[in-house]
């Protein structure tokens, strides 16, 4: 699978040195705004587009800082049909202007915590949770902010653990002994055996038949589960119902 990258600027030799290495990766000169570039691109046949927040724009207003990837994002949007379009905001808050549909705030904090439970975990004075993680597009994994990442860089000198840690989260370790005796997440379809049915049902028949413990459902849009973005649902109520289109991850 190729992997294209479209920038208004050539990428700096040391940069390209290193992402080169890893084969079918191609890079178009232009904007993704630019349906020539995106022709260039062969954007119908791509399998996921990641927009990225342009660096020179750091020093723009909080709300203009993502403004070209938002518009991207939203005139891309209607051109895809089998495409997953993401998105890299500088800005966590600037994911309501995604979807215009929305609410301007997006948001009502009484409406989320009666609907969802939203955290009130706090760190640092701030909230661990703001309230764009429960937007649906950041829910279902179409719009990130590297937040998460700067926050972790800056740890890691006073807490050098935290590397293992994702390295055991993502890939069980980097030692052979550590990727031998490690567990692994996998991700599944819903058994037949068990679609339609509740997640107690689920979590039941692949501790008996499998003995693998299930930790959450990866949820496809579904009229019936009123959702029309896909999410993770980690550790659902045994009462929650199972779609044949939902995944189970183990």
Known sequence: ??????????????I?????????????????????????????????????????????DSQMIDAETVFTFRRLMPRLRSAFLVAELA????????????????VVRQQISRSTGVSSLTTSGELLHPEYHYNPFF???????SSVLDSLLCRLPTNPQLLELLELLTVGGTTPRQLQDSSHIYQFPVADEVANKTYG???????????????????????????????????????TSVSPKDKVFL
């Open 1 to 14: 699978m190729a992997v294209v990258i479209i920038n208004p600027v050539p990428i700096p030799d040391d």
């Open 91 to 106: 800005q966590g808050g600037n994911v309501r202007f995604i979807s215009p549909g929305l609410d301007p705030e997006f």
């Open 201 to 239: 049902e689920v979590f039941e028949h692949y501790i008996a038949i499998h003995s693998a413990v299930p930790l959450g459902l990866y949820r496809w849009p579904d009229d019936g589960c009123n959702n029309a973005l896909p999410y993770v649902f980690t550790n659902p109520l045994p009462s």
């Open 16 to 60: 390209w040195n290193i992402v080169g290495r890893f084969p079918n990766v191609y890079f178009v000169k232009g904007k993704a705004s630019d349906y020539r570039a995106l022709a260039l691109a062969q954007l119908s046949t791509a399998a996921t587009i990641v927009l990225l927040t342009n660096p020179t724009f750091r020093s723009l």
């Open 139 to 145: 829910a279902a994994g179409q719009v990130y902010t």
